[in-house]
């Protein structure tokens, strides 16, 4: 990352935005800045936070250039992707065509389809108004993920220790923070997760980025 000469990442407890901030730990210790921001407290509806990010929600990341110029990145998947491309300890190379494919199915399958039905749940659980509630919607969701997503998981890791092999790749930040999330909700509780997650706890840039998870208001 020689051509980067600052990050900024715009963070809160728990949230999407820990999966980004695990992986910069991974990468670069702790030389990076963090920001935090008060989602309890409305600050992403703020019109400063809105110009950086229109969908009001973290992770953002605030890049600088060796040159000066400046960037804004937004969505977890896009961020991490992004920072994993730059360092090949992270990433398969694109030219490892099967490798590469697998990885970003994985990514895509923890930042798109497993993401939006732990959402679902969280919304229709917790977040919204009891009227607007949909106890049918979040056990469909429930249901989507114990029957569909949880056995593909599985079988990833009852072959290895990482879930795109043998080896920890930014894959593992995705999936493991969402296993971690659904856990809260009684799901992804079987040995087999409960083995790789003891792995991924004791990665000291999981504990960095986790360190804040007491601060979380949910």
């Not at 936070?49 to 953002?60: A, D, E, R, T």
């Not at 990514?107 to 917790?126: F, K, V, Y």
């Not at 979040?138 to 290895?160: G, S, V, Y």
Request: with cysteine; aromatic share 10%.
């Amino acid at each position: 990352m020689t051509d980067i000469s600052n990050l900024t990442l715009y963070h809160y407890p728990l949230s999407r935005s820990a999966r980004v901030k695990w992986l910069l730990h991974e990468m670069r210790g702790e030389d990076f800045k963090t920001r935090r921001v008060a989602l309890r407290k409305g600050e992403q509806f703020t019109p400063e936070f809105l110009s950086k990010n229109l969908n009001h929600g973290v992770p953002v990341l605030d890049v600088t250039y060796a040159d000066g110029s400046q960037q804004t990145i937004t969505e977890s998947l896009a961020i991490i992707t992004w920072l994993a491309d730059q360092d090949a300890r992270f990433s398969p190379p694109v030219d490892d065509l099967r490798a590469r494919a697998d990885y970003l199915q994985v990514m895509a399958l923890g930042g798109s389809w497993m993401d939006q039905m732990l959402w679902n749940i969280r919304l229709h659980e917790t977040i919204l108004p009891k009227a607007a509630r949909c106890e049918a919607f979040a056990a469909f969701n429930r249901d989507k993920i114990k029957n569909e997503i949880t056995p593909q998981l599985a079988a990833r890791l009852e072959k290895h220790d990482f879930i795109c092999g043998e080896s920890f790749t930014a894959a593992d930040c995705m999936t493991a923070h969402n296993i971690n999330w659904a856990g809260a909700y009684g799901l992804c509780r079987a040995e087999v997760f409960k083995s790789y997650m003891s792995r991924m706890k004791s990665r000291p840039a999981f504990q960095l980025a986790f360190a804040d998870a007491k601060e979380f208001e949910g």
